[in-house]
């Protein structure tokens, strides 16, 4: 979102998790100043219940976009899977999309329940080093709407990160929904107890995604959370049979790359349409080990290494984990 020239800028944002969330003279005018005052200053025991719980978790990765639409669960159900792959690896992935949970579907956990112990709510494990935990393990049917309030959402998320039981976990992934408002604070102020890698934004690259994409960056910068990078999906269809490539959503105004030009964010990577991640999306596959010669899978497999080597150069040292 463009400031007003001579307006608050997004530097001087108090963060979402300050006392003057909502409250400071930079607040003024920006669209989130009721969600951020209503939700600032939390409870300190609320505090060092999650981070305690999230102490054994060594790095934590959002996935946002302002776009509904343009692949942020399918990104990523394949960054788990392809992190999940090296089994040494300890993987977790948190669905906080309350309205619309994808995750149960894409893992091949549809109709799994959640279970719960004396530490806790036991995540739903696709392998043993790959766990899952979902809004869409909580109902009773797939097609179950779930109409809920902000504050309600807000308290299913906090419970999702003081009460699952996680374990030590290397990657903690965390899917989003569109947009930048109750959720996305949430999650923001919530993990602000601890150390936040950084959040990997999703695209495709036609300008009415952008519009909105630039949006969440914007929000990114107002509530301190670090971009690692932008990743723009369905860029380009490469046809099986005669290799030709075709823009099914052509960037009309440069795509996400000049958009990162711009902004000064990085661009991840570009991945090609391929009509099979659809349909291993559908039948709780991996996309990644069902077609590895894909160009799409390529990419997603360069992208991901991107963001391991983000995460390792920025992880915190353990004594600074508080």
């Known amino acids: 979102m463009a400031e007003a020239a001579g307006g608050p800028q997004p530097e001087d944002c108090p963060g979402s998790s300050s006392a003057q969330a909502g409250r400071a003279a930079a607040c003024q005018g920006c669209p989130n100043q009721g969600l951020c005052a209503a939700g600032a200053a939390p409870d300190p025991a609320e505090l060092s219940e999650l981070r305690s719980r999230l102490r054994a978790v060594k790095h934590t990765v959002l996935v946002l976009s302002g776009k509904g639409g343009v692949g942020k669960s399918t990104f990523s159900a394949l960054l788990a899977h392809g992190l999940a792959a090296d089994e040494a690896k300890q993987v977790a992935l948190l669905d906080i999309d309350i309205c619309g949970p994808s995750i149960p579907k894409m893992m091949g956990l549809e109709g799994e329940q959640v279970h719960q112990s004396g530490s806790g709510w036991s995540p739903v494990y696709v ?5 899952v935990m979902s809004v869409g393990f909580l109902l009773s049917s797939p097609d179950d709407a779930v109409i809920w309030r902000g504050p309600k959402k807000n308290g299913l998320i906090k419970q999702f990160l003081r009460d699952v039981d996680w374990g030590e976990v290397d990657y903690l992934i965390v899917d ?3 947009g930048t408002s109750d959720e996305h604070l949430s999650v923001v102020q919530y993990l602000s107890t601890t150390h936040v890698d950084g959040a990997v934004i999703i695209t495709t690259p036609q300008e009415v995604a ?7 960056i914007n929000f990114c910068h107002k509530v301190k959370l670090p971009i690692i990078g932008v990743v723009e999906n369905m860029s380009g269809f490469i046809c099986p049979k005669c290799k030709k490539e075709s823009q ?11 958009m990162c030009q711009n902004l000064n964010v990085s661009l991840l990577g570009k991945v090609p349409l391929d009509p099979q991640i659809g349909k291993c999306c559908d039948k709780g596959q991996s996309f990644l080990s069902e077609a590895p010669e894909s160009p799409a899978t390529s990419s997603y497999r360069n992208i991901i290494q991107r963001i391991q080597e983000y995460c390792d150069q920025h992880h915190l040292p353990e004594e600074k984990i508080i």
């Open 210 to 216: 952008l519009q909105d994409v630039r949006k969440e």
């Open 127 to 131: 392998e043993e080093n790959l766990g």
């Open 248 to 258: 099914i959503f052509p960037p009309t105004t440069g795509g996400a790359e000049k």
């Open 176 to 178: 989003t929904p569109p």
